[in-house]
């Protein structure tokens, strides 16, 4: 089956710009969660999608972030405006359903440089 | 809160070596444990989950509900075992269950 798909792969913008992440899961999937990893710690959740629901987004930055899942398949993460701290890899997963949240599925991930 | 602790950074052993990750976490209610590996240039995959008691690669985790730990052991470490691995934890209110990861450690088995 095909993995989780993401794109851009990398993304330099300066601060105050705005950035968009765009991942398609595996098909099926009705689970989808996006996470943030800063160099040298563990992915952070930042927002997880029941079909095109929000399940939890606790540690989402609302004032700068959002994300959208509209027709329960594909999924975009917003940034606006991006701050220096922003710089990290984000990720997208997905797992069939929230019962096995345990065995997500990772997209390549991309890389953010804000400068 | 959900904490997961990897206290090291970096374990370096030479082939054929025993391998132990440590983890540690922090959690009120009954958590499900697993271990995540990332290779080089590839993605993040599970390894192993407590639930299963198996093990995977040669690999296995023992949950010690007592100290809270869920260390990664293997008997003899081989090169094709380097790479990233993380401890995560899964809690959480019915339905919701994220996964809470460590800060990982890189594993590099030496020839």
């Known amino acids: 089956e095909a993995g989780v798909a993401q794109s851009p792969r990398y993304k330099i913008i300066e601060k105050r710009q705005s950035v968009a992440f765009w991942c398609n899961p595996i098909?099926?999937?009705?689970?989808l969660y996006w996470y943030q990893q800063i160099l040298g710690q563990g992915p952070k959740l930042l927002i997880q999608f029941q079909n095109n629901g929000v399940v939890d987004d606790s540690q989402l930055p609302k004032d700068r972030f959002s994300a959208e899942r509209l027709k329960g398949v594909d999924s975009t993460l917003k940034i606006q405006p991006a701050k220096l701290e922003d710089s990290a890899v984000y990720l997208c997963?997905?797992?069939?359903?929230?019962?096995?949240?345990?065995?997500?599925?990772f997209g390549p991930g991309t890389r953010l440089t804000v400068t | 809160a959900q904490r997961v602790t990897q206290p090291e950074k970096l374990l370096s052993v030479f082939k054929g070596a025993p391998v132990e990750l440590k983890c540690n976490y922090s959690y009120s209610g009954s958590p499900e444990l697993f271990w995540y590996v990332q290779y080089s240039r590839q993605r993040l995959q599970l390894l192993l989950r407590h639930i299963s008691r198996e093990s995977i690669k040669g690999f296995t985790a023992d949950l010690n509900k007592g100290e809270t730990s869920f260390h990664l052991k293997k008997p003899f470490a081989q090169e094709e075992d380097s790479a990233m691995y993380y401890c995560a934890l899964s809690g959480g209110a019915t339905g919701r269950r994220a996964l809470t990861f460590g800060s990982g450690t890189r594993l590099q088995v030496q020839p």
């Open positions: 098909s099926g999937h009705a689970t």
């Open positions: 997963a997905s797992s069939l359903n929230r019962e096995s949240s345990y065995e997500q599925y």
